[in-house]
């Protein structure tokens, strides 16, 4: 198949169906090949699709939150060869008006990994502005949390920081919120 097919089987993959059991096949299909995984980042940071999209709520955005949701399995099975797209998906972050399935996914990729430290001022950035508002989805403030405790290990001057904000939110917090932030606090010696 030559590339241009692909990306039109892959998105067509894309476009079946929307399921874990889908996004796992099209992880599978990735493996550790960093050229199938390029495509898929193509799909993900572009959303051009090949053909035209049904017209109707939703579509605008469908390749990217659920090729966001491959990507974010990709680096937990393959971190090998999602390390040198690790600085555009923090720079892919920075979009206005990001699906939160976007953004949740991006940072999911992130919290497993022992990403580079060129990326802590940036993602500590973002990390903060998504977990100090409270109309973002608690999985992503939660993801922000452990992305956030992982920059802290670094740059410890930033523990202050982050032990204010979790105090802040704790109290009207939701249990999966109360839960990951008294694991960050402890882990963060507060």
């Known amino acids: 198949m030559t590339r241009a097919e692909t990306r039109e089987w892959l998105e067509a993959q894309i476009l079946a169906e929307h399921s874990k059991a889908q996004t796992m096949r099209i992880v599978r299909w990735v493996g550790h090949d960093a050229e199938r995984l390029e495509i898929l980042m193509e799909i993900f940071l572009n959303n051009p699709a090949s053909k035209p999209l049904p017209q109707g709520r939703g579509y605008k955005y469908i390749f990217t939150q659920r090729s966001s949701w491959a990507v974010r399995y990709v680096g937990e099975k393959s971190p090998e060869i999602i390390a040198p797209w690790l600085p555009i998906l923090v720079a892919n972050l920075r979009q206005p008006n990001l699906h939160d399935a976007i953004k949740r996914n991006t940072l999911n990729v992130f919290e497993p990994l ?75 010696g507060g």
């Open 114 to 188: 022992d990403f580079p430290a060129e990326l802590d001022d940036d993602l500590a950035d973002l990390c903060f502005t998504y977990l100090a508002d409270p109309k973002e989805p608690i999985a992503i403030r939660c993801a922000s949390m452990t992305v956030l405790e992982k920059i802290c290990n670094r740059v410890p001057e930033l523990k202050s920081e982050l032990r204010l904000l979790l105090e802040e939110h704790l109290e009207h917090g939701t249990a999966g919120f109360k839960s990951r932030a008294k694991k960050v606090l402890r882990n963060l």
